[in-house]
């Protein structure tokens, strides 16, 4: 008796514990996740069961419908029914706290899916602490299916309530993790409410309500993966459907028809904002995975109407980077898709951000199309307010916390290095340069950022400045001298080449020690390699600029690559470097020479005037005599061009090839001299010579390129030019070189001048002697021996005197020229 007192007693105290349990699962809507609790279903915990138990499937089968556990459908069954019937059996070991797992007896192990409704998941994400139960639903299912199996404690067709908790500890958990995967793959369409879903108020959805948003949600996440792997006209017309068993793959109970709370549409129907939200996304995915301009032209096509900033900033952008080829652009750039883009762009321009602003500026610089000065200042306008609002929220924080700037806000005036050299440069490239007082502001807000700019945005923004032709100022300057020492190992060879180019530009002297650092380093990264051909000519042509000599490292660099790249050098290369060695008076060695030279006779046909000047003034400068070969191709472009050439630059040409002791041929040299014979059409008429035009200097070079090149005017247009060197000399006026080159062209032709003329010269020689370089005197000396030149005692006594003293100066074999020419002048005691 005491006996069976005892297991009554026992058994009164565990049915009590267990109907508290119950209790307490009624109010808590059976959740028992760590997820805080939400408040019950309006409907009633029993009659929802009851619901899902008539209906079969429920919100969490994935099996088929049929009977409920324990037996066939009898009508409603209540969980007071359920709970009796699961604790008539004997042994019924004590239902655990929620989150006592660990200590369960006989708990059930993890259940690894295996049927095809677990592939309609989010994929699984990794996370910072292992988890213990899979991602997608169990093989059995804890509601509405067949049972697993018969639970610890020997009831078949039952559950106990710790098998009901960790199934739905598992469900929950399962859902969480599905959500944050529908939360990524939707970032605009935050999912509100906790695990179920629901609101915040005192009452929330029912199970069936849960499963009705789940499905919409896992469909409209399906649709949107589906259109970004294969984007097409259906999918951005279509809806996300419901399925036909759910997203468990069950069949929906008739509850689950019924609207969420908020406005929710159930079923896998779209609600709210989440049509745009999912609409805004495809639409951003369609763009960032197309290739070909034409399917983002018919993105635009299609779903322009739907376009927000950033999507526009991104259409633009795309294409942008995908088009290639010349004739690509053009038909891009003239579409009617293009221009509905560009009316996108204007309508969405006061949305964007620096960034966007930057992506617009830059595209239609790659695109080579210019939007038009007033969209380019409003896009510099809306970098402007940016920049000072930042420099402006930097300088002066604010000490309340309350009036800091925060969350969007805050964003909103963070402006990255990368925007503003993307802009800077789009502004340079299309040669818009907006007003000065806008770019005055832009460069003082960026000067002091620009040590923590990389080497290719500081680049670009010096760049942008220089094809602007906008020096920004000596401030300016310092901080980018400052920054480039911090970051000097960063610079490779295009930055170092762009950087010492847009300075030369810009009217900035970079410091010497910086340019040989940074050209040190140029020449140990081998000039750039296949870019070295760019390279050295861009550095070569700034330090000429600046007026700094580049280091001996670099220039033996040069002299080992030239040869090497010759053959990739351009017309604008070539130009550059003997513009440079030329300005610097600094020849390479005979190779490099040769190579440069040769790639300049092969560049001949597409010579400009400019460059054929060019190549002819730094030839003579350098006194390097090309190739006959080479000479020719380079004398061909002369001949073509030679009615393109004003006056004094075909006076150059001449001169040059007097220096280099070529003839072009005496049809060339007429056609070069003939206007200053009178034969051409700016002949001057009027009883006035062609010669007269001339001033001293330029009938020097005529005489002496005449001479050198061995080729013989006519008699009186060489005495006319040897007059105009004496009316000159006469007045005190002509310059010392000049007499040098006249009297020196004169004796090469052999021409027959009077002792008055003679006289005049000399004397102008003797009054120079100080501005005259000894060997200067020596070949003045030795013209008017040859010419003949029979001086007075007084006027071979003074030529006597300046020649004592520029002897000591003079090589050898000048010194021996000047004594034999002053014997032929009479003088025969001349020391040695």
Same mark, same amino acid.
């Given at each position: 008796?005491?006996?069976? %007192?005892? %297991?009554?007693q026992?058994?009164?105290?565990?049915?009590?514990?267990? #109907?508290?349990?119950?209790?307490?699962?009624?109010?808590?809507?059976?959740?028992?996740?760590?997820s805080?609790?939400?408040?019950?279903? #309006?409907?009633g915990?029993?009659?929802?069961?009851?619901?899902?138990f008539a209906?079969g499937?429920?919100?969490? *089968?994935?099996?088929?419908?049929?009977p409920?556990?324990g037996?066939?459908?009898?009508?409603a069954?209540?969980?007071?029914?359920?709970?009796?019937s699961?604790?008539?059996g004997?042994?019924? $070991?004590?239902?655990p706290?929620p989150?006592?797992?660990d *200590?369960?007896?006989?708990?059930?192990?993890?259940?690894?899916?295996?049927? &095809?409704?677990?592939?309609t998941?989010? $994929?699984h994400?990794?996370?910072?602490t292992p988890? &213990?139960?899979?991602?997608?639903?169990?093989?059995k299912?804890?509601?509405?299916?067949?049972?697993?199996g018969?639970?610890?404690?020997g009831h078949?067709?039952?559950?106990s309530?710790?098998?009901?908790?960790?199934?739905?500890?598992? @469900?929950?958990?399962a +859902?969480?993790?599905?959500?944050?995967?529908?939360?990524?793959?939707q970032?605009?369409n935050?999912?509100?409410?906790g695990?179920?879903?629901?609101g915040?108020g005192?009452?929330?959805?029912?199970?069936?309500?849960?499963?009705?948003?789940?499905?919409?949600r896992a469909e409209?996440?399906r649709?949107d993966? =589906?259109?970004?792997?294969?984007?097409?006209?259906?999918? +951005?017309?279509?809806?996300?459907?419901?399925g036909?068993g759910g997203?468990?793959?069950?069949?929906?109970?008739?509850?689950?028809?019924?609207?969420?709370?908020? *406005?929710?549409?159930?079923?896998?129907?779209?609600?709210?904002?989440?049509?745009d939200?999912s609409?805004?996304?495809?639409?951003?995915?369609?763009?960032?995975?197309?290739?070909?301009?034409r399917?983002i032209?018919?993105?635009?096509d299609?779903?322009?109407?739907?376009?927000?900033?950033?999507?526009?900033?991104?259409?633009?952008? +795309?294409i942008?980077?995908?088009?290639?080829?010349? /004739?690509?652009?053009? =038909?891009?750039?003239?579409?009617?898709?293009?221009?509905?883009?560009?009316?996108?762009v204007?309508?969405?321009?006061?949305g964007?951000n620096?960034?966007?602003?930057a992506?617009?500026a830059?595209?239609?610089?790659?695109?080579?199309?210019s939007?038009?000065a007033?969209?380019?200042d409003?896009?510099?306008a809306?970098?402007?307010?940016?920049?000072t609002?930042?420099?402006?929220s930097?300088?002066? $924080?604010?000490k309340?916390?309350?009036?800091?700037?925060?969350?969007r806000v805050a964003?909103?005036?963070?402006?990255?290095?990368?925007?503003?050299?993307?802009m800077?440069w789009?502004?340079?490239?299309?040669?818009?340069?907006?007003?000065?007082?806008?770019?005055?502001?832009?460069f003082?807000?960026v000067g002091?950022?620009?040590?923590?700019?990389?080497? #290719?945005?500081?680049t670009?923004?010096?760049?942008?400045?220089a094809?602007?032709?906008?020096?920004p100022?000596?401030?300016?300057?310092?901080?980018?001298?400052?920054?480039?020492r911090?970051?000097?190992?960063?610079?490779e060879?295009?930055?170092?080449?762009?950087?010492?180019?847009?300075?030369?530009?810009?009217?900035? +002297?970079?410091?010497?020690e910086?340019?040989?650092?940074l050209?040190e380093?140029?020449?140990?990264?081998?000039?750039?390699?296949m870019?070295?051909?760019? &390279?050295?000519?861009?550095?070569?042509?700034?330090c000429a600029k600046?007026?700094?000599?580049?280091?001996?490292?670099y220039?033996?660099?040069?002299?080992a690559?030239?040869?090497?790249?010759?053959?990739?050098l351009t017309t604008?290369?070539?130009?550059?470097i003997?513009?440079?060695?030329?300005?610097?008076?600094?020849p390479l060695?005979?190779?490099?020479?040769?190579?440069?030279?040769?790639?300049?006779a092969?560049?001949?046909d597409?010579?400009?005037?400019?460059?054929?000047?060019k190549?002819h003034?730094?030839l003579?400068r350098?006194?390097?005599?090309p190739a006959?070969g080479?000479?020719q191709?380079?004398?061909?472009?002369?001949?073509?061009?030679?009615?393109?050439?004003?006056?004094d630059? @075909?006076?150059?040409v001449?001169?040059?090839? *007097?220096?280099?002791?070529?003839?072009?041929?005496d049809?060339?040299?007429r056609?070069?001299?003939?206007d200053?014979?009178g034969e051409?059409?700016d002949?001057?008429?009027?009883g006035?010579?062609?010669e007269?035009?001339?001033?001293?200097?330029?009938?020097?070079?005529?005489?002496?390129?005449?001479?050198?090149?061995?080729?013989?005017? $006519?008699?009186?247009?060489a005495?006319?030019l040897a007059?105009r060197?004496?009316?000159?000399? /006469?007045?005190?006026?002509?310059h010392?070189?000049a007499?040098?080159?006249?009297?020196?062209?004169?004796?090469?032709?052999?021409?027959?001048?009077?002792?008055?003329?003679l006289d005049?010269?000399?004397?102008?020689?003797?009054?120079?002697?100080?501005?005259l370089a000894p060997?200067?005197?020596?070949?003045?000396?030795w013209?008017?021996?040859?010419?003949?030149?029979?001086?007075?005692?007084m006027d071979?006594?003074?030529l006597?005197? @300046?020649s004592?003293?520029?002897?000591?100066r003079?090589?050898?074999?000048?010194?021996?020229?000047?004594?034999?020419?002053l014997?032929?002048?009479?003088?025969?005691q001349? =020391?040695?």
């Open positions: 008796q005491m006996q069976a %007192q005892m %297991q009554a026992m058994q009164a105290q565990m049915q009590m514990q267990q #109907q508290a349990q119950m209790q307490q699962q009624q109010q808590n809507g059976l959740h028992f996740g760590t805080p609790p939400v408040p019950p279903p #309006q409907q915990g029993q009659t929802l069961l009851a619901n899902l209906g499937g429920g919100g969490g *089968g994935g099996a088929p419908r049929g409920a556990p037996g066939p459908a009898r009508g069954v209540s969980l007071a029914d359920l709970e009796r699961m604790s008539q004997p042994g019924l $070991p004590m239902a706290a989150g006592s797992f *200590g369960w007896p006989n708990q059930p192990p993890s259940q690894t899916p295996h049927s &095809n409704h677990a592939q998941h989010a $994929p994400h990794t996370h910072d988890l &213990n139960v899979p991602a997608s639903t169990p093989a299912p804890a509601w509405g299916g067949a049972s697993a018969p639970p610890p404690g078949e067709g039952v559950k309530l710790a098998q009901i908790q960790a199934e739905e500890e598992a @469900r929950a958990e +859902r969480r993790r599905d959500e944050e995967a529908l939360r990524r793959a970032p605009g935050p999912v509100v409410g695990v179920w879903g629901g915040g005192n009452s929330g959805p029912s199970l069936a309500q849960i499963q009705a948003e789940e499905m919409r409209a996440a649709a993966a =589906s259109s970004r792997l294969a984007p097409s006209s259906e999918t +951005r017309t279509s809806a996300a459907a419901p036909s997203v468990w793959g069950g069949r929906p109970s008739a509850a689950v028809s019924q609207p969420l709370p908020g *406005g929710g549409g159930g079923g896998g129907g779209s609600g709210g904002s989440s049509v939200a609409t805004s996304a495809r639409i951003q995915g369609e763009l960032t995975g197309a290739r070909d301009p399917d032209l018919a993105i635009v299609a779903d322009g109407d739907a376009f927000d900033p950033i999507h526009t900033a991104t259409a633009i952008h +795309r942008a980077t995908h088009t290639k080829g010349d /004739a690509t652009r053009e =038909s891009v750039t003239s579409s009617p898709s293009f221009a509905a883009l560009m009316d996108l204007r309508a969405n321009l006061a964007m620096s960034q966007g602003l992506n617009v830059w595209a239609c610089a790659r695109l080579d199309h939007p038009g007033d969209l380019l409003d896009i510099t809306g970098l402007e307010r940016e920049l609002a930042s420099t402006n930097n300088s002066s $924080p604010a309340d916390p309350a009036t800091k700037p925060r969350g964003k909103a005036r963070e402006v990255k290095p990368q925007a503003v050299s993307n800077v789009a502004l340079g490239t299309l040669r818009h340069r907006p007003s000065d007082d806008a770019l005055a502001s832009i003082h807000a002091p950022r620009l040590a923590s700019f990389r080497a #290719q945005e500081l670009n923004v010096v760049l942008g400045a094809h602007m032709e906008y020096a100022g000596e401030a300016f300057n310092a901080s980018v001298y400052d920054a480039v911090a970051n000097h190992r960063s610079f060879g295009q930055e170092t080449s762009n950087l010492l180019w847009a300075l030369a530009r810009i009217g900035a +002297r970079a410091p010497d910086l340019v040989s650092t050209l380093q140029s020449a140990a990264q081998n000039l750039g390699g870019a070295s051909a760019l &390279n050295l000519s861009q550095c070569l042509w700034a600046m007026g700094v000599n580049p280091p001996e490292t220039v033996n660099a040069v002299d690559e030239l040869p090497r790249c010759a053959n990739r604008e290369s070539v130009d550059c003997l513009w440079a060695l030329a300005t610097m008076g600094a060695s005979a190779d490099a020479m040769d190579a440069l030279t040769s790639a300049a092969r560049l001949a597409r010579m400009d005037a400019e460059m054929l000047v190549t003034w730094a003579a350098l006194r390097h005599r006959p080479d000479m191709q380079i004398v061909s472009a002369a001949r073509r061009l030679a009615d393109e050439l004003p006056a630059d @075909r006076l150059t001449m001169h040059a090839w *007097g220096v280099l002791r070529t003839n072009p041929g049809d060339v040299i056609a070069y001299t003939a200053f014979r051409g059409d002949a001057t008429s009027g006035t010579t062609a007269s035009e001339l001033d001293g200097d330029q009938a020097a070079k005529l005489l002496c390129a005449y001479g050198r090149t061995r080729h013989q005017p $006519p008699g009186a247009h005495a006319a007059n060197l004496v009316e000159e000399a /006469a007045e005190g006026s002509l010392p070189g007499a040098v080159l006249g009297l020196w062209g004169a004796s090469l032709l052999n021409m027959r001048m009077s002792t008055k003329q005049i010269l000399a004397r102008n020689a003797i009054a120079q002697d100080k501005k060997r200067s005197l020596a070949k003045i000396v013209a008017l021996a040859a010419l003949g030149y029979d001086p007075t005692p071979l006594g003074a006597k005197e @300046r004592a003293h520029a002897m000591p003079l090589m050898a074999k000048d010194q021996e020229a000047l004594r034999e020419a014997a032929r002048l009479g003088d025969v001349i =020391s040695r």
